[in-house]
């Protein structure tokens, strides 16, 4: 697993991203873009023709765009709710999702030679990506997104809500 450094700009844009920070909306996609594009710095060594980008939906967007942009490759999203997972035709693909809780949507779809990345990975998902894992923060926090400020026991603010303004 590889965990970015920090420096001040992504404790800040950290702060914005975390579920207590009331922030929501533009501000808070721009922060998933930008820790995007930090993270992709990691995988600059690859080749933007033979890879791509699976943004997971809709959480996962802005993160991967962030990424996308940076990187310069190919760009596809995958909703876990509706479709069905097609492998694209790059030797390099990167699954991005801003939060992993449980880790069971990626698991159902990964293969060895693929990786993940995302903005945030509750603690006992991470042994199920082992060397495959890109991540901005690790958390002990759990909880059930739903449209709430704050969480109450296990139920927090939904991140794809706070991305899309929707609370």
């Known amino acids: 697993m590889f965990e970015i450094e920090k420096d001040n700009r992504v404790n800040e844009l950290i702060a914005i991203t975390k579920s207590n920070s009331g922030i929501s909306g533009p501000a808070l ?8 594009e930090k993270l992709a710095e990691e995988f600059s060594g690859l080749d933007p023709d033979d890879t791509t980008i699976v943004a997971m939906l809709r959480g996962g967007l802005f993160f991967a765009e962030g990424m996308y942009f940076k990187l310069g490759c190919k760009f596809q999203t995958y909703d876990p709710k509706k479709d069905s997972f097609v492998r694209p035709n790059t030797k390099n693909v990167i699954l991005v999702d801003s939060v992993i809780n449980t880790g069971k949507t990626i698991q159902e779809i990964i293969e060895p030679d693929m990786y993940v990345a995302c903005c945030v990975i509750n603690k006992k998902a991470v042994s199920l ?4 894992l890109y991540a901005i923060r690790v958390s002990e926090n759990s909880f059930v997104g739903a449209n709430v400020q704050q969480q109450t026991g296990d139920k927090g603010p939904d991140t794809t809500m706070r991305l899309f303004n929707l609370i």
């Open 129 to 132: 990506f082992d060397n495959q």
């Open 29 to 36: 996609a721009k922060a998933h873009m930008e820790l995007g």
